[in-house]
């Protein structure tokens, strides 16, 4: 069980989607995370060790090798992928509750910025992390943040932005989503902010997407 797991793991970081995938070139004609996934399956391995021994494993890993400019946003993506081909064999053990995620993260880019690179990674890497997400898109206004977090109960948010002129909206949403909602957990990120930013404005900071996954299972 553990033999095929860590394959499953390799697959994911090394963004091996399926045996007719040609990339990576030294796993050409090897099974991906597709194929691995249905057969750990129909071994009897229990979906959420799937999930949390194997693809989530995968992510971790490349999340951590992005953060130290080890692989670059394409390596990403390919691992993303490769999580996907071995998500949709779960997914109908989530839907029946036997599979259980971490939480929730409603995310999105703050209102006025139309930029969705950064925001899709963390989208990405957090939900290879156990998570579920909420991907509300780009120039998200506050009420639209509002909305999904009614809808998803207990949930965490994240807001992203690139423009240094959309700082003050994000300040905004976050201000009018903690007075709403007492207690939620607000993470923010993006090229131009920083921790003392984060900290005026009571979020938490991350400045990669690993750091988010780590930020949402602290429980902050």
Same mark, same amino acid.
């Given at each position: ?8 793991? !390799? ?11 040609? @990339? ?26 799937i999930l949390s021994k194997g693809l989530v494993v995968g992510m ?11 692989? @670059? ?35 999105? !880019? ?54 240094? !002129? !959309? ?13 709403? @909602? ?32 780590? @930020? ?5």
């Amino acid at each position: 069980m553990s033999e095929l797991l860590s394959q499953i793991a !390799t697959c994911v970081e090394r963004g091996k989607i399926s045996v007719a995938a040609p @990339f990576p070139l030294d796993l050409k004609g090897a099974p991906g995370a597709d194929e691995l996934t249905a057969a750990a399956l129909a071994e009897g391995i229990a979906p959420q060790d799937i999930l949390s021994k194997g693809l989530v494993v995968g992510m971790y890993n490349v999340g951590e090798k992005f953060r130290c400019n080890k692989v @670059f946003i394409p390596d990403v993506l390919m691992s993303a992928k490769a999580m996907y081909a071995g998500m949709k064999h779960l997914r109908p053990f989530f839907q029946s509750g036997q599979v259980q995620r971490k939480g929730t993260l409603v995310i999105g !880019t703050a209102a006025g910025d139309l930029h969705d690179i950064g925001k899709n990674l963390v989208a990405m890497i957090v939900e290879g992390g156990g998570w579920e997400v909420v991907d509300l898109g780009v120039d998200v206004p506050l009420d639209k943040f509002v909305k999904a977090v009614e809808s998803n109960p207990g949930c965490s948010v994240g807001i992203s932005t690139l423009l240094t !002129t !959309t700082m003050s909206n994000m300040q905004k949403i976050t201000a009018a989503l903690k007075e709403k @909602f007492p207690g939620i957990s607000v993470i923010i990120g993006g090229a131009p902010i920083t921790k003392e930013f984060a900290d005026k404005i009571g979020a938490g900071y991350s400045a990669d997407p690993q750091g988010a996954v780590s @930020f949402l299972n602290s429980g902050k």
